[in-house]
């Protein structure tokens, strides 16, 4: 089984003004599509592990022959990460989560507010490149958790709900060095029903 780069649910001008149609253009096209390519040359070879999905690739890392573990983890975790961020942003997106996500962030973090403050404030301390998340984690509570380079949260045993990447080619045509202007206007993009989709299932 091939992997493939999955389509934008969306135009590449739907998150404007808040990510641009350049970046979304090479971001997807360019950065993801050379995590897929390089995910299948690392599994070539390896019949067995081109029957996994991505997600099965990274929740068991320890059955990856060590030859080519670092490069399946990097290049699948790319994969897999793209996939998810890309469907947990929307054309006219942001507002606030509803329902029992909406408590439970609550719970956890006193309201929604303190939520994003907490969230943004991983992601803008992030050193270097990375992703920051908010996870459920293995005792079923939510968690806000930062990630190095493309490792995925799933790689741990975390359930990722959210998750914003930090790389610089996520956000540098349009914003340079101002990541927390990124990160403050990526809110306004955030699909919140998928969220509340990923918690629920």
């Known amino acids: 089984m091939k992997h493939t780069l999955p389509e934008l649910p969306y135009g590449l001008d739907a998150l404007e003004p808040y990510i641009d149609a350049k970046t979304m253009e090479v971001h997807h096209d360019k950065h ?6 390089k995910l299948n ?7 067995d592990l081109q029957e996994l999905t991505v997600e099965e690739i990274l929740s068991n890392l320890d059955r990856i022959p060590e030859e080519i573990r670092i490069a399946v983890k990097n290049n699948g975790g790319g994969h897999y990460n793209h996939s998810l961020f890309w469907k947990m942003m929307k054309h006219d997106g942001g507002g606030e989560p509803t329902g029992d996500l ?3 962030i609550a719970k956890k973090f006193g309201d929604i507010s303190k939520f994003k403050e907490s969230f943004a404030n991983a992601a803008a301390t992030l050193f270097g490149s990375g992703w920051v998340w908010l996870v459920e984690n293995n005792d079923n509570e939510l968690e806000i958790v930062q990630t190095r380079n493309q490792d995925s949260p799933i790689s741990d045993g975390q359930k990722p709900l959210l998750g914003l990447d930090v790389w610089e080619h996520a956000y540098y045509l349009k914003y340079q060095n ?9 809110w306004n ?5 998928k969220v509340e989709e990923n918690y629920k299932s």
């Open 32 to 37: 993801h599509q050379a995590y897929v390519d």
């Open 41 to 47: 040359a690392a599994l070539e070879g390896h019949e």
């Open 102 to 104: 909406a408590d439970a």
């Open 178 to 186: 101002r990541r927390p202007e990124y990160i403050a206007n990526w």
């Open 189 to 193: 993009a955030v699909n919140w029903d």
